[in-house]
């Protein structure tokens, strides 16, 4: 599996634009992206995935260049409760007999 | 639809006793899995099963049994507990097809003393 990085941690203010990046510089063809979220004292929620360019849902937008060694969560207009954990995870998704793998995530604080 | 469920939310036990998590899905989900997450870290892959009938160890497997009951259930068992084993454990099953989507349980808070 591809392995990622994130950074540990960051900082916004409410209705702000939130850009997480992960770094998967030896992705294969077979994978896909996708990004998780968790609140405290929860389990981790699917938020979006995509192959390359861009995917958006209510929740999030995914942008993914050309070359896919990294990619893009971009969460528009930040409130309180956006603070979680978000997971970047990169592997194929049609081998059932996969898992994920999480890594440390980043921690988004939103301030009032 | 409940989705993913555990039993039970805490425990408590002492080194040396056993115990079995449970978790069950109702959206026919084929795949399951049990995951482990120690404070500030990440989830770690304990055991997984990708279909009824299969199981399959993980990133950290020592010290855990699994058991695939059906479809729907997917118990984890602690034969020994040992106080590296306290954890939140997290159960969760897979959509699956053109998503990559897993549901996961609200989780099992263990301690061991």
Not at chain 2, 12 to 40: F, I
Not at chain 2, 67 to 88: D, I, M
């Amino acid at each position: 599996l591809a392995k990622t990085t994130q950074p540990i941690s960051m900082d916004s203010y409410e209705g702000q634009e939130v850009n997480i990046t992960c770094s998967h510089n030896n992705i294969a063809t077979n994978d896909y992206i996708t990004w998780y979220q968790q609140f405290p004292s929860q389990g981790p929620r699917f938020i979006i995935q995509g192959y390359k360019t861009k995917v958006t849902n209510e929740v999030a937008s995914l942008f993914i260049p050309a070359d896919r060694k990294s990619s893009t969560l971009s969460l528009p207009r930040v409130s309180l409760s956006d603070t979680a954990v978000y997971y970047c995870l990169v592997g194929p998704i049609y081998t059932g007999r996969r898992a994920l793998t999480f890594g440390s995530g980043t921690r988004l604080q939103v301030q009032p | 639809n409940a989705g993913v469920t555990q039993t039970p939310k805490f425990q408590v036990l002492k080194t040396g006793q056993s115990m079995t998590l449970q978790c069950a899905q109702d959206m026919n989900h084929n795949s399951m899995y049990w995951y482990r997450q120690d404070p500030g870290m990440g989830l770690r892959l304990i055991y997984y099963s990708a279909s009824e009938g299969t199981t399959d160890k993980g990133e950290v497997p020592n010290g855990y049994n699994v058991s695939r009951l059906n479809k729907r259930e997917f118990s984890l068992r602690l034969e020994s507990a040992a106080p590296s084993q306290t954890s939140v454990y997290f159960c969760a099953s897979r959509a699956g097809g053109r998503t990559d989507t897993q549901y996961f349980g609200p989780g099992t808070r263990l301690t061991v003393l």
